[in-house]
């Protein structure tokens, strides 16, 4: 079960951040584009700030399920580092657990706003009537991907309470400090 999540979360995590990375590339473009219109005509081109506050939604939220896959979000060990080996386990699958259960309620209610968003065909008043949808469905998307990723957490964090032997192709939470997989 531990390697099928596994594969699945490096997979939707693979996916997640290189759309997060054409993301990124995306916002430089029409970041570089205003400026450049700004300076040749003195104004800037209507949308381009709208766009480029909901593709920074797509980069944070895309890139999420990513950074907890390979353990690079912020992290405080100060206690856990003091337990006992099992007793840590069951802490960080305590913690695992309080996740996805975020997760879960984050995305049925995320969810619900983007449905209603879309429906009504929400727009955000600027310069331009710009739609609101799309952002609203990346938040939902990126929260999506990201529960293969806390699942794994949780099962692998179950796994070393256990005390059970790691499997092959299956780190544990405790590699180098940084809780990576």
Known sequence: MTQLLNSISRRISSVSAVLASLTTFA??????TDVIIRLTTGSS???LVELSETLLVALVFLGV????YIGGHVAMSLVTDRLP????????ALANLLV???LVWLIYATGERAIQSYASGEYKFGLTQFPL????????IGLVVTVPVALLRLSVAIRDALERP??????????GGTGAI
Request: glycine residues 10%; charged residues 15%; positive net charge.
């Open 133 to 140: 949808w799309p952002a609203r469905w990346a938040i939902v």
């Open 100 to 102: 996805v259960g975020v």
């Open 166 to 175: 790691a499997l092959p192709g299956v780190p544990s939470l405790d590699r």
């Open 85 to 92: 080996a099992r007793w840590k386990g069951w802490v960080r």
């Open 27 to 32: 916002l430089a473009l029409s970041i570089t």
């Open 65 to 68: 399920s990513y950074t907890a």
């Open 45 to 47: 081109l209507p949308g």
